[in-house]
């Protein structure tokens, strides 16, 4: 489905799923020519700012699916892939990371429908994105619904800390070495 087939039938239909299932079919698209096309700018910016050149990745790939959800009257809070101070990251090993983060989508209307979950596979060794982005719809929108659901089809996320929390643990833990 093309950018204005997806705006004029999400018009006809405001469906998570079908957004869900249009994202997918963006990230399959580009996400790899993306990649190759800015291959030395985000090895450059991994070299200078480390996992942020994942960050940057990010927006190059959703943001034209952000233009194209606009002109749907459809509004992602937070942007996507999501908001990584709620997010959630597990892996075998630094060179194997997952990270999963949402965002729910509103009409013009301002009517909830539903959650995009975006999984970013990368390496904290080299920039690298081991496997294809991956995006999933969810018919729930609040923080805790989205969180609970994603908990049961997940061990590994139910287990893994929310970033904020983490992040807090590790400043605590530098805080405790220095008392030490």
């Not at 990010?58 to 002109?71: A, D, E, N, S, V």
Request: hydrophobic residues 35%; glycine residues 4%.
């Amino acid at each position: 489905m093309n950018s204005s087939q997806f705006v004029l039938s999400i018009h006809k239909n405001s469906d998570i799923h079908a957004i869900g299932r249009y994202i997918e079919n963006q990230i399959d698209e580009n996400w790899q020519t993306l990649l190759h096309q800015n291959r030395d700018k985000l090895l450059d910016a991994f070299n200078k700012v480390d996992d942020m050149a994942y960050g940057v990745y990010c927006y190059k790939l959703f943001r034209p699916i952000h233009q194209h959800l606009k002109q749907a009257g459809l509004y992602p809070s937070p942007w996507l892939p999501g908001d990584f101070n709620s997010s959630r990251e597990w892996g075998a090993d630094q060179s194997d990371r997952q990270r999963w983060m949402w965002s729910a989508i509103a009409s013009q209307e301002e009517k909830a429908l539903g959650t995009i979950v975006t999984m970013i596979f990368h390496d904290h060794t080299q920039f690298r994105l081991p496997r294809q982005p991956q995006a999933i719809a969810l018919t729930e929108t609040s923080k805790e619904a989205v969180v609970a659901t994603l908990s049961e089809r997940s061990t590994d996320f139910k287990n893994a800390l929310e970033f904020q929390v983490e992040y807090a643990e590790y400043l605590q833990s530098l805080e405790n070495r220095k008392r030490s």
